[in-house]
């Protein structure tokens, strides 16, 4: 280990402690296909020992000759990659005492030198072809009714970030999903920095920490109580234990859970009022349209009576409003099935608008950046499912619209909002950057960290239960996009939704 203790900048081997008491026959393949690491389990299954196999064996030596052609096109293909990937599959190795038929799991490690490393687990098929059952030390059986019988999942990394042990998935999805993926690839951004700050102070200090997070990594928004260990030996540190436990029931308070309660009689309230609106949508369009020939017809046989036909242009403009309005109400309203396509955000963000414009208007409150959002052709479009991006603007301006009417109750020149996008880069992707800003109260920088939590809200129980944000931050996140903010107290808060843009749009 270094002086200054900071193993994630360099290239470590696996730790061979933790990983020689893994409940799985398991070995690892070096970048030459050399066995560079074996567990006990395997020891137990194939009748070698590790002075006879750890850097000498090829992996190769072990196939069933009628495999090894096979096994050859796969090390190579797993060798060549440039990210981490897994595979599954049935074959014959080599033992002792002949070859024995087994199910194999494999998944590529990469280190800090981008070199392919090969983690091997094994389950040996009796002969039906089933997994047999290991009759395991009564010391083994212990460690899997700690590891994957208990209430909590448990995962071991190595000093890469490399995730080589989970005993079971707090979400109930197959831990093949995690073995052997890096940490952070499984966070987010801003959860990865925080847990490799966190990673530096347990190697530099060679001790525990605890970190609470609300997170989304195992698919639904939960809170989580992580302990991140050291594993030692000899004053060494060969690997990080972390322990998860879902404590999102703990961390709700007695309001929480009420609020909860009360969000599911909101949403099924919601449903009901959704049908209702599509209906009422309805029979406003038929007659609406109506109205509109009519008047059309009409202001064609006026000839050149100017009064009547400005009093037709009235009625056939406010027609036409109200029709816009009518459909994106039934846009909304409509249950759509969950398939993103290629749409334009400032379309999206327009139809928006009209839904609240009415109400903007009757608060006094000035929309910039409206008209403009039509002309930026030069804005590609981002694979989104857009009833959900609507309702992440709606809630952006919904937000701002309050913040503005508890600042300035009345008309003023300052009650705006402004709306804009933009394309940014980094590296060489692209996003679409679309921005909501308000000049309202802004954010307290004490609710700051908070706004994204599920039942935050700083509104009246009346007004609102805290759920808008953190669903549009759930939403933003599933179109593999952010959401950040910026604020001053008193004077703005401007919220960012960054989506990326296609590939083929690049």
């Known amino acids: 280990m270094g002086k200054d203790g900071n193993l994630l900048e360099k290239s470590h081997d696996f730790m061979d402690g933790l990983f020689d008491q893994l409940p799985l026959p398991s070995l690892v393949i070096g970048p030459t296909g050399i066995l560079e690491l074996i567990n006990r389990q395997f020891e137990i299954l194939s009748g070698f020992l590790r002075p006879e196999v750890e850097e000498h064996l090829k ?62 687990q094994l389950q040996e098929l009796n002969e039906d072809g089933l997994l047999r059952d290991y009759e395991l030390p009564d010391t083994d059986y212990r460690w899997r009714s700690l590891l994957i019988e208990g209430m909590d999942s448990v ?65 639904v928004k939960r809170h989580y109580f992580m302990r991140v260990s050291p594993v030692t030996r000899l004053g060494e540190i060969y690997s990080i234990i972390v322990l998860i436990s879902d404590t999102t029931e703990l961390k709700e308070s007695d309001a929480d859970q009420l609020k909860r309660i009360e969000l ?33 017809i009409v202001r064609d046989q006026i000839g050149t009576n100017e009064h009547l036909r400005k009093n037709l242009d009235i009625i056939i403009r406010e027609s036409e409003r109200i029709s816009v309005i009518v459909r994106n109400l039934l846009g909304f309203v409509h249950k759509e099935e969950r398939i993103r396509i290629e749409c334009k955000t400032g379309e999206i963000l327009f139809s928006s608008v009209q839904l609240l414009l009415p109400f903007m208007i009757k608060d006094g409150i000035s929309i910039e950046g409206l008209q403009e959002l039509g002309l930026d052709s030069e804005i590609p479009g981002v694979e989104a499912e857009p009833n959900k991006l609507k309702q992440v603007f709606l809630n952006l301006l919904t937000n701002s619209r309050d913040s503005l009417n508890d600042k300035y109750p009345d ?93 083929k749009n690049s």
Request: a positive charge.
């Open 155 to 219: 995962a071991v990394l190595d000093l890469n970030g490399n995730i080589l042990f989970v005993s079971k998935t707090l979400s109930g999805a197959s831990v093949d999903r995690y073995l052997g993926k890096n940490v952070y690839s499984v966070l987010n951004s801003s959860e990865g920095a925080k847990f490799r700050s966190l990673l530096r102070q347990v190697i530099d200090t060679q001790s525990p920490i605890s970190w609470q997070l609300w997170s989304d990594f195992s698919g």
């Open 59 to 120: 992996w190769s030596e072990l196939a069933h000759p009628d495999d090894r052609d096979s096994f050859m096109e796969l090390f190579l293909s797993l060798s060549a990659g440039k990210e981490s990937v897994a595979t599954r599959f049935r074959t014959r190795i080599k033992t002792k005492s002949g070859f024995k038929n087994v199910y194999v799991r494999v998944q590529t490690l990469m280190t800090k030198q981008n070199q392919s490393k090969i983690l091997v």
């Open 411 to 503: 008309s003023h020149p300052n009650k705006k909002i402004r709306i804009y996008q933009s394309v940014v880069k980094r590296g060489e992707a692209r996003y679409v950057k679309v921005s909501v800003e308000d000049t309202g109260a802004g954010i307290k920088k004490e609710n700051r960290s908070k706004i994204f939590d599920p039942f935050f809200t700083t509104k009246a129980t009346s007004s609102g239960i805290g759920l808008g944000l953190s669903i549009s931050y759930d939403i933003i996140r599933d179109f593999a996009g952010e959401i950040d903010f910026e604020t001053t107290e008193g004077e703005f808060a401007r919220f960012d939704i960054i989506l990326p843009v296609p590939e």
């Open 264 to 296: 599911q009689k909101h949403r099924q309230k919601l449903e009901a009022l959704g049908t209702l609106a599509a209906g009422v949508a309805h029979e406003i369009n038929n007659p609406l349209t109506g109205i509109l020939n009519y008047a059309e």
